[in-house]
């Protein structure tokens, strides 16, 4: 056999084989994740105010080449120790301060929590486990009397210790153009939990833990606690 061709299978080999290793690192991010953060908001009215949190859960699956990012920002426990506060007139609100769910709560999120189907976003992201994934953060159209909004998903090092970022736009012909930024950066990565840095726009500061969870369940209108109404 020719150098040549010892050369070219050699290539071969080794873009297939880096093609699977793409594809393994990849998986070990696809998924259902829960997400809490607890944070400090330097633009708090009220500085007893300061301490907040808040979760979420995230769904990464592959659709083709492309990587789809669900986020359910409403979510249900069963057991709410902790989560909500009662006013003066009875109502139910979140509560102030850091939360972090308890070992019941945890065996919940490993379950699949419920989910207010009113509070759902999808991102379809482009790229690969070594380059990143972007979506396209198209804006809608501007006009004079129109302001156009568009948000970008960015997930860095999804093989490694992933930086998901999301990046908010907002302008029109006759108003300034508007900027945002949360990142979520991971520093510690152990098995099926990773953790990290949270900042919001400079003025939310805190820090997030990530870890797997059960299927989510998207609860019926009729049931959906009445907190979210």
Known sequence: MSR??????????????????????????????????????????????????????????????????????????????????????????????????????????????????QWVRTKTLRGDVVTGYRSSGRQNRESASVIGFSQTWEIVDPGGKPVFRRRDSMSGGRSTALEGETLYTTTSRKGEVLSGEFTRDDAQKGIFVMRRAGKIQLVAEKEVDERWQ
């Open 4 to 117: 040549a061709w010892i050369a070219t299978l050699a290539g071969c080999f080794v873009l297939v084989a880096s093609s699977a290793v793409a594809h393994t690192e990849t998986n070990a991010m696809l998924g259902t994740w829960y997400v809490v953060v607890n944070y400090d908001d330097a633009q708090a009215v009220n500085s007893d105010d300061r301490k907040r949190w808040e979760d979420k859960v995230w769904v990464f699956e592959l659709r083709g080449t492309r990587l789809v990012w669900t986020e359910y920002s409403e979510l249900s426990f069963k057991t709410d120790v902790g989560r909500y506060q009662t006013l003066a007139g009875g109502r139910e609100i979140k509560s102030s301060g850091s939360w972090n769910p308890n070992k019941a709560q945890r065996a919940e999120i490993e379950r699949g929590l419920a989910a207010n189907p």
